[in-house]
């Protein structure tokens, strides 16, 4: 038994099977390309096939449009395999391999990140639920006992006023200047992936991709129907298509002025805040005619969409788009340029563009210095194809260079609605899902509004997934983010990590420790901002 | 309980997709304005007169929810959204614990008090309107209403199995 | 900051006219907005049981005990991807365009079905009306729908052990 890989050039993805011995001779010949990237890794369990473990890395070169797989298999006795951190100097290779080792029990020598990542602190030691024979149900945690003591110097929750998820960061500073940072997230780890394994058919998981991020969930479900649409060489309708993409404009839309207005509160500036989230309302109007819901759209299914859009629904959502977009900007523009505004962003947290590539930047963090890259039109995908829009790119790299950044893709935005909505077609709205092989290879990216989304999926028996990858790009820039923050000030440690637009905001609480005087404080983090 | 003239809101998130999280936020927003209503986020649960709880409850994030609800002496709690209200779409999952109804009954078993008011707003995520809508009520600025805002009754079971609820220790 | 001030000004002007902050809400209901997904209703008279929905629904809010053939709903984790309106056979769910729900039992509906008992071992196998709806659909009575999976096995068995009988007594009888 074999993964099927036949035909997977053809639509765009290169597949290459190799050992554990000749590997690294493989990715340092795609690496010789400096257009390339190490992008992401993942594990699977496949001792049910040939008996093997396996981890499979996954390399973009976006502006050739090309993604190369390189399959490596693990012997599951020792269960170990050299990192490929000494060659690529990546968080985003860190990360990924950190993941493999709590969840399938890979070890990674020459991987300098200690200690767990994604799994919850009280996690037994030798679980790693995603291996197949994994026991079910939850396994019998600590989490109260940690609960009934509280530790003095402990943050009362890593939660933030202004919501989002919660997460854990402590900066180790000298004077006022960063020195080092602890970071401890994944405070959202639900187990997706496995429940997708377990309980969910392929249809249904659309619905679950969905809900990966509340903030940019449609771009989840599009890329995942799209990486099961490449296994099966599915080709959905064109009116689907171009529906798929007005849809990712509008979720664009919502997010970068959602993220202007975060900045703005961050900067102290709550005027800014609450008339930017005014403006955006019209947007999630929009989305809330077309699909039911002003978020988590429910719009997709493998091969197609579940929603139509006729001239007067497009008539409609145009004119939403262009107000909220044209008061929006034109707001945010002004409100930058005020001095209490612009002094907090402009030549902070200075990402150059060595380090940006280096680091495994995406979206707008990399086009903000200098890295001109967007999957929408260097692998089009949807209706990308079919209208004409430019990329900015800018050179400053501070968090003033990435908030008018994202002003400029949201008048891009606009514009691609534009074309878009004047000419739809007309055509069925999905195309049947009939011949579902089991253990065929998928792959498919696209361009969210923070940058590459990955799904690869392995498609499985009865209807189902044997594994399924989600690599959201908030991912590697999020991996960046302690780096980025060396260096700096602390009262800027907000703002860059505002800037950097993670899929959650930051704690309310962090710890800042004296790296000379070895003491620890918690400090609100709107106290850090604006001290 | 009477109406409360000011209601001081602590957002917790238990791991949640965000979606709740930023429609909470919208409710917030000049277009719902509940600060005619006195309602206004606080930084710190100490200060919460009602906690806005969004999320299934990762385990992960227990330990710091749990905290929360130590320090905090709310009136009442506002579960928002599908995840808070049953445990979501992952109910099952083996990372989750499952809403805002077992994270209760563990809070029971901690010798935490429970606030005397839950109200859980389904949906995923549910508007601005109907999160204005629960808080109000919640505060008590309106009456629930029968038949919402579409005129028709949500179909209740003429013989309901009755779950367990968490009680309050007095 | 002087310098800052008057653009300032003109901003916050031309924010503030295109205020429509809904000042009735929530003492005043607003009708919801055309389309909007919502909770789900389930016909009773149309629905058989068949639990097509049960297994499409995917955060399982809509579950059906195949040991009574009961179908319960409810409104606490569901996510309104209306999934079971469309898989749906009798078409019997319809969904509410409301958004003021409040969570105020553990199930919202619930439909109980009769089953119907195999007329050989006397077991639950199926709901009735699931077993009329086959029939109604083919167009006639179909006797064999009346037994049990199991029975229906032996059935078989025993038909097809009849078949080989009186094939092989021809064949005796030719020699």
Redesign the interface.
Known sequence: MRLLTGGLKERGVEYIEATRSNYRKVVEEILADKECRLSTCLAYDGRGIDGSLHVAYIFTCHRKGRHVVVDVSVDPATATLDSLYPLTGSPACTWCEAEARDLYGIRFRGNPWRGRLVLPDGWPENLHPMRKDAPRGRPKIRVEEAARRPRPGIPLGPYHPALHEPEYFELHVIGERVVGVYYRGFFVYRGIEKLAEDRFGFMQVPFLAERICGICGYVHSTTYCMAVENALGVEPPEKAKYIRSVLLELERIHSHLLCTAAILHTVGYDTGFMHIMHAREEVMDAAELVTGNRKTYSANTPGGVRVDVDESMARAILEKAERAVSKGVKLAREYVELGEVKSRLEEVGVLSREDAWKWGALGPVARASGIDIDMRRDKPYAAYGEVEFEVPVMDEGDALARYLLRLEEVEQSLHILRQLLRSMPSTPLRSEVTDYEPLRVGLAASEAPRGECLHYVITGKGKKLWRWKIRSPTYNNLALVPELLIGNALADAPVILMSIDPCFSCTDRVIVVDAEKGSRRRVSLARLAAP | MGRMKSVWL?????????????????AL?????PE?FGMK?????RHADVIIFTG?V???????????F??ARPIGVLAVG??A????????????LG?IDPFLE?LH??GIPVPEKV?????????P??I???A??LAG??K??RG???G?N??????????RQARRET | MQDSLLPRLAAYREAAEGRATIRQYPHQPLPPPPGLRGPIRIDPGKCVGCGACATACPAKTLTLDRSTYTLRYSIARCIYCLLCMETCPMKAIDTIPEYEVLVEEPVTQVVEHEPATCTKCGSRYAPKRLLEEVERRVGRKLPHLRTCPACKLEQAALISAMRVLRSRQRLGRSR
Do not use: F, M
Request: hydrophobic share 35%; charged share 15%.
């Open positions: 602590y957002h917790l998130n238990t791991g949640g997709c965000n979606a709740c999280d930023i429609e909470v936020l919208a927003s000049p277009r719902y304005d005619r986020l606080v930084e710190s649960p299934p990762t385990l992960q994030s227990l330990p710091r929810a749990i905290e929360v130590r320090v599908a995840c209200c049953g445990g979501g779409i992952w109910h099952d999952s083996a990372a989750v809403g563990l078993k901690q109200l859980k707003l389904p949906g995923c995520p549910p508007r309107h109907a204005l809508y629960a109000a009520v600025v309106i629930p209403r919402g805002a579409s028709q949500i179909c209740s079971s003429p013989s309901p199995t009755r779950g």
